[in-house]
């Protein structure tokens, strides 16, 4: 599994970004998938997951700003944040979990200024 992340840039705090995760090769049977930041400084988190059915999880820090979802037919997930804040840099990466193997994108950076 091959995972493409996009999406990420530099924005004021308030503002909207849209990330993306195309995922190529071995494709089937891919039960979740999910983004993770890691903050300057700080240890990789996980910012929210989706899984094969469209069941959702969030991080108490992105409930209700963050959304995830999935284009099936694209083999895409996005993270639409929204009213984004300083304290959201980071490099976003995002994982897909096969059976029980992890894949990981490469991270794509996003600075939130104040």
């Known amino acids: 599994v091959q995972l493409q992340a996009s999406g990420g840039g530099l924005v004021q705090a308030g503002g909207s970004l849209r990330l993306s995760c195309a995922a190529s090769g071995s494709i089937l049977s891919i039960n979740y998938m999910a983004w993770y930041r890691r903050p300057p400084g700080k240890q990789r988190e996980l910012v929210a997951g989706i899984t094969s059915g469209g069941s959702t999880n969030y991080a108490d820090s992105a409930k209700g700003r963050f959304t995830i979802s999935k284009d099936n037919a694209k083999n895409t997930v996005y993270l639409q944040m929204n009213s984004l804040k300083p304290e959201d840099t980071a490099v976003y990466y995002c994982?897909?979990?096969?059976?029980?193997?992890?894949?990981w994108g490469q991270g794509t950076l996003v600075t939130v200024s104040s």
């Open positions: 994982q897909a979990i096969k059976s029980s193997l992890g894949f």
